[in-house]
């Protein structure tokens, strides 16, 4: 591709619900380090203010917790990537926790309000929640729905106070537009654990979805130029990262490890083989928490992701 790439890094983990996700992009630069790769010190980066003290104060609402310093990242974010692509830069997002996607998601549509974007999200959640169907009250659940501009009223659980309704509405609206992907440009590979309320919205509407067992029967190189096709109409493609697509037995170091997952080797050919498509225009690598691993074996995984994806952009 042949493209200059800026790093931005977002250490937050305000929408977690385990800590130590903020220390995710600093365990792969010590991943890095440990390899013997310069990669950190080659490529331009950017680092997102982040409000992490908040997690020693009150959390807000518990349909939405943090969520004002979560907008503010939202915000800011938005502004970094959409600054990034105007200025012909591919941007390599690497996140704490999850959240923060919606403003990854913002920016790309800020810097292309007229194009049509594909979402690739390689994850084990749907992260279709609101506040309204929230079980948990945190935004790493949110972020797809925040794109999206889903409320989900019809399967309503939860009755948020106004604050909270104002500042879901803020969140969605960041950029100035809403939504910002439609539900038929979104691609699910690995999605595996939902709750009914996003079950409803997958359904409803026909999500397009390829499954761990997809993947381990027909090959990554199928999965992927079938998910490239299906996003044919559209005009940019962001791919989307979460560590905890991989397997519980691999993915020991993220807060949320599900099993049957798909393994890092086809992580990283499948990351490897979409960021070759000339319309993606932006990858994101989230979810790495190095408290809950062991000799920082998640972060190196991820490291060898990150450096065979750089190697098809640079």
Known sequence: MHKKIRLIEVKSELGAGTRGASLGPDAIKIAAFD?????????PAVSIAVDNKML???QGSPYAKRLSSILGIY??????V???MKAKEFPIVLAGDHSTAGGTIAGIKMANPKARIGVIWIDAHADLHSPYTTPTGNVHGMPLAASLGEDNIANKLNKPDKETVDLWNKLKKVGGISPKVQYSDLVYISVRDVEPEETFLMKKHKIKTFTTSDVKRHGVEKIAR???AYLNNCQLIYVSFDVDSMDSSISKGTGTPVRNGITEKEAGSLCVRLIQNEKVCCFEIAEVNPTLDKENLMAENTFEILQRVVAQIA
């Open 56 to 58: 020693f104060l009150p």
């Open 75 to 80: 915000e800011n974010l938005g502004k970094a």
């Open 226 to 228: 079938d998910a490239l």
């Open 35 to 43: 390899y013997g790769s310069n990669l950190f010190n080659k490529l």
């Open 82 to 84: 959409s600054d990034t």
